[in-house]
Each structure stands twice: as structure tokens, then as C-alpha cells.
């Protein structure tokens, strides 16, 4: 049996589209059709039913579906099992992240990761949580980072570590050691877009403490926010360490306030499927190097 036709299949049914499949593994939506077709013809029955204009598969094609995710599993076991001393096949990942993580941890990760791994390959799409949360359901990235979990059938969500929020301001237009809500309500505050964690986190700050809400401005990008601020425009709400990394080329640094902002939590998301071995192995790595950056250094 093919397993490249099985593979194509189970692709398929996964992400009930063939044009996703056919993005997933690089090949065209008629390459794709005519694997299942051969599939189809050795195993002697219909998979799909193409009487319909949607995607349905068949009771047999349901069946098969839990074969077809069997036989890529235990492909890659004997793969793994069977290597020897060949030569490791490059961890090839399309990963996705918010800002936040960016400029936080991203980096530092990724670098151990390349020391690692060093034929890590990686695929690495920024964008806003339900973008990425949308692609990771659809097949089109293997991992995401991001404030919210992806939901659909065949995901699989693990929360990260919070990540801890501060204001932040600019240093010689910001001296206070100390500011109450009162005072910085007086600024214009910058945080990221509309409905997001930190936005509403920030407006519900201020309703609970009773005190006037301030002009808060909307904005999806960091390094615009942290410009806006080296700029004089206002005060912006970004993750602590992000500021901190930031405040070392430029004019920024965290103010402290007298109530701390709501704390942001980063779910990873990556689809169970017979690649996700791989996926959690390097979801792990990223868990623990997040710990270990988290801890305070000795001085």
C-alpha cells in the first residue's frame, strides 16, 4: 500500500478539505484527488462520496480514516527505531506566534533550538491570535503560540506559563517611582487590538477600581507601540520582558503602579495527528526553556 496515497487521504478527511491538504504537503489539489483515487482503487471502495458538491466521506472512508492515521504512526516509529546511525532528518516546522512572544522569548529559544537541533528548518508566521489560531485548525501551521486556545475537532491545547504585564514608559517623561490609577489615567495608554486579553484586561482594571476611564488606544504591533511611546505619545501596556529587552536600545522602562495589570496566558496549540511526536518534542523544549528564562538570575 502507498503510503504517500495514505497520506494524502488522511490529510483530507483531517482538515475536510482537499485544497488544505493539498497545502499541507506541497502538491497540487489534482496530484492530491488522484492519490485518493489510487487509494480507492487498491483497497476497493469508495472513501469519498463525490455525488456531493461538499466534502463527505464515506462509512468506509470513516473506517479507514483511523487505519490510515495507524499506519502513518507506526511509519514514523519505525523510522525513528529503525535509523540506526543514519543521519537525523531535519526537524521541519511552520510555526506561528503573537508580538508578545516575539519579543519575549522567541528568540532565546529558537536559538537554543538551531545549538540543538542544528538542522532545525522553521517556518515562522506573526500574526494575531484568531489568525493563528485559524491556521493551526486548518492545517496551515504545525504549532502556535498565542493568547487563546484553537478550538476543532483533533487539537490539542497546552498552557504556557504567564506572562507577567507592566506599563511602560518613557524615562525622562515618566520619573515617578510610583503611579496610581488615578494619575495614569491622565496619559493616553496604548495596548493591543479590540476584544483582545490585554484590552479588556485593562479596561476592567479601571471599572473596578471606580476610577474614569482613560483614552486607550488600540494597536496590534510592539514595535509601534514601543515607538509611540519613545515618541512622547502615551503609556503602553506590554509584557515585562518584552519592555525589558526593548528598554536596552531605547528610551523605555516599566512603571510601577499601585494595581499590577491582568497577567497574559499563552496556549500552544498543534493538531493530534501522526506528526505530533515531533511537534510536542520541540513544544517541550520550548516549555522548559520558558521556565528556565522565567527564574531570576544570581548575582
Same mark, same amino acid.
Given at each position: 500500500m502507498n503510503l504517500r496515497f495514505v497520506e494524502a487521504y488522511y490529510w483530507a478527511v483531517s482538515l475536510n478539505s482537499v485544497t488544505r491538504a493539498a497545502?499541507?504537503?506541497?502538491?497540487?489539489q489534482s496530484a492530491l484527488?488522484?492519490?485518493?483515487?489510487?487509494?480507492?482503487?487498491?483497497? %476497493?471502495?469508495?472513501? @469519498?462520496?463525490? *455525488?456531493? &458538491?461538499?466534502?463527505?466521506?464515506?462509512? /468506509? !472512508?470513516?473506517?479507514?480514516?483511523? +487505519?490510515?492515521?495507524?499506519?502513518?504512526?507506526?511509519?514514523?516509529?519505525?523510522?525513528?527505531?529503525m535509523g540506526g546511525d543514519a543521519p537525523a532528518a531535519p526537524v521541519q516546522l511552520r510555526i506561528g506566534a503573537i508580538e508578545s512572544v516575539v519579543h519575549s522569548w522567541l528568540t532565546g529559544w529558537l536559538q537554543q533550538m538551531r545549538r540543538s537541533h542544528p538542522d532545525f528548518q522553521l517556518d515562522l508566521t506573526v500574526e494575531m491570535?484568531?489568525?493563528?489560531?485559524?491556521?493551526?485548525a486548518r492545517g496551515s501551521l504545525d504549532l502556535v503560540f498565542a493568547a487563546l486556545p484553537a478550538g476543532?475537532?483533533?487539537?490539542?491545547?497546552?498552557?504556557?506559563?504567564?506572562?507577567?504585564?507592566?506599563?511602560? %514608559?518613557?524615562?525622562? @517623561?515618566?520619573? *515617578?517611582? &510610583?503611579?496610581?490609577?488615578?494619575?495614569? /489615567? !491622565?496619559?493616553?495608554?496604548?495596548? +493591543?487590538?479590540?476584544?483582545?486579553?490585554?484590552?479588556?484586561?485593562?479596561l476592567e482594571l479601571f471599572r473596578r477600581a471606580g476610577t474614569a476611564l482613560p483614552r486607550v488606544h488600540s494597536i496590534s504591533?510592539?514595535?509601534?507601540?514601543?515607538?509611540?511611546?519613545?515618541g512622547g505619545f502615551g503609556i503602553a501596556t506590554l509584557p515585562r520582558a518584552a519592555a525589558e529587552r526593548l528598554a536596552r536600545h531605547l528610551p523605555l522602562k516599566t512603571l510601577r503602579c499601585d494595581t499590577g495589570l491582568t497577567p497574559l496566558t499563552i496556549y500552544a496549540s498543534f493538531r493530534d495527528d501522526p506528526g505530533s511526536v515531533v511537534v510536542q518534542s520541540v513544544l517541550d523544549a520550548a516549555v522548559a526553556y520558558v521556565g528556565t528564562d522565567r527564574k531570576p538570575s544570581k548575582k
Open positions: 497545502e499541507k504537503l506541497h502538491i497540487t484527488s488522484s492519490r485518493i483515487a489510487g487509494l480507492e482503487a487498491e483497497l %476497493g471502495a469508495a472513501l @469519498l462520496d463525490r *455525488r456531493s &458538491r461538499q466534502f463527505r466521506v464515506t462509512a /468506509a !472512508g470513516l473506517r479507514f480514516h483511523a +487505519f490510515a492515521q495507524q499506519l502513518l504512526t507506526l511509519q514514523r516509529q519505525i523510522k525513528s527505531e491570535t484568531p489568525v493563528l489560531t485559524d491556521q493551526v476543532g475537532a483533533g487539537m490539542r491545547v497546552r498552557p504556557l506559563p504567564d506572562m507577567e504585564m507592566s506599563f511602560v %514608559g518613557h524615562r525622562a @517623561l515618566h520619573t *515617578r517611582r &510610583r503611579y496610581t490609577l488615578d494619575e495614569l /489615567a !491622565g496619559f493616553d495608554l496604548m495596548t +493591543f487590538q479590540r476584544g483582545s486579553q490585554p484590552h479588556v484586561a485593562l504591533s510592539i514595535s509601534a507601540m514601543s515607538q509611540l511611546v519613545e
